[in-house]
């Protein structure tokens, strides 16, 4: 019989519901995003950002389940993010997850925001568990995060390395704003690299002999070549300036995603896994996508753009395999903004 189950994210700047059946099959996705609401402030705001919360996450809720053609007594758990993200946001889902599940008489499942994005890559027509098995190797790569987990099995992880200062989309945020280009940064340094000619380099953090991340040197560098070229505090304008920008967004990019994917790729084969399943917001990056398509030699499983940034379906398919493996929550369920992945 088929387990339907809502999953709902608000661990940042996105409200989302989403209802997937049997952790694979997406019945609705809805997403309510307040990048527009935060692009005045360069960044997000985190007060602003829990009480547009606040205001979305009944009206989202309500539309999945409509989408999905479900009452919430149909369904057979709702799953919530409950960590790591936003303390304020993340309140706001978990709190109407348990009145949801009260309601219904529903299992609450506490899931992961980080595992949430690896389940992503089980919602568009493969299952890495079936198709290639475990281990298989997780990279996360987000606006907070830049982690690498060995998965031995459903709820069975181990940290492999992790960024050591900013997080890779954190980084891409920062250099836009010092190319003084919109938020968020890393589709404005997409569209700025487009069309460069390859004539600025930027160097590579590669930190040897670890699985470690770091990409706060590539963005010192960054301004400080900036500065040289008279584009920052105040943007050089006209063509020449143009020109510059493009150029050193298309090094910028080039630097973090050279070391994602030749330390991924390196560590993947290492470790002798199966597979390599990659997952957050920054792999809606293209060349970051075409990149480990490119030097992959192991099946790659990457999600859609869409299923990439925060959503509810990633954690209707997380909640469905932690709750086969009996992992329910009582409603004393607290968020843990700091949460780790296991």
Known sequence: MAVRILGIETSCDETSAGVVEDGCHILSNVVA??????ARYGGIVPEVASRQHVLQVVPVIRRALEEACLSPNQLDAVAVVHGPGLAGSLLVGVNAAKALALAAGRPLVAVNHLEAHIYASWLYGHQPDVEV???L???????????????????RYRLLGRTRDDAAGEAFDKAARVLGLGYPGGPSIQRTALGARGTERLPRAWLEGTRDFSFSGLKTALLRRAQSLGLYPQPCEGEGGEDMVRELAAAFQESVVEVLVTKTLGAALDLGVRGVVLGGGVMANDRLRELFRERATLPLFV??????TDNGAMVAASGYYRLSLGRRSDLALDVVPDARVG
């Not at 190797?137 to 709820?155: I, N, P, Q």
């Open 33 to 38: 995003s307040q990048v527009e609401l935060h």
């Open 133 to 135: 098995g475990f281990p």
């Open 137 to 155: 190797l997780c990279l996360v790569v987000s606006g907070g995060h830049t982690d690498m987990f060995l998965m031995e099995g459903h709820g």
């Open 303 to 308: 999600a859609p753009p869409a299923l990439c």
